[in-house]
């Protein structure tokens, strides 16, 4: 098996984007969770450096496959090397829409902004230096702390739910 070539300098623009076949954009994260399953790490959102963000991204077209989205993401926002244990499965993102895209049939149709793939990480590693160390701060946090942390994020509180959290 050839070694993961981790790059230092984070990916940034849309040019290689994937979208659904409903114009949702394609996203791909992890839930980092500690080895007695009683946190989870969290990034601080490059948006608002007051509020903390699960680990994700857009998941790419040179991507094979959203784990391996999720895996570089979890390296370039947090500086963590894992495993996937599990998949969490598909949360679409339902807040409004920034963009209508046009039906043939002359309605609107409002997709979701976002559909995510969540998968479950086993933590190996946590670098001191990672690609974006420089604008985000790594921090665990209990499972009623990412959820008051997250309260107007609802599909990252869905792939919480779906973890091994213990939920205390």
């Known amino acids: ?40 790490l969290m990034v601080t959102s490059t948006a608002r450096q007051d509020k903390f963000v699960l680990p994700k991204g857009g998941f790419e077209t040179d991507e094979p496959t959203p784990e391996d989205a999720a895996m570089r993401e979890a390296w370039e926002e947090a500086g963590i090397i894992g495993k996937i244990t599990k998949s969490l499965g598909v949360i679409d993102d339902l807040r409004p829409p920034k963009l209508f895209v046009p039906n043939t049939n002359g309605g609107d149709i409002i997709p979701p902004r976002a559909e995510y793939h969540f998968f479950e990480m086993d933590l190996e590693k946590e670098e001191n230096v990672w690609p974006e160390s420089n604008r985000r701060v790594r921090k665990w946090f209990t499972y009623s702390e990412a959820i008051r942390d997250l309260k107007s994020r609802p599909e990252l509180i869905e792939a919480l739910n779906r973890s091994s959290i213990i939920k205390s």
């Open 1 to 40: 098996m050839e070694p993961v070539v981790r790059s230092m300098v984070a990916r940034e623009g849309r040019e290689k984007q994937r979208y659904s076949t409903s114009g949702a954009r394609l996203v791909s994260g992890v839930i980092a969770l500690s080895a007695d399953k009683t946190k989870v």
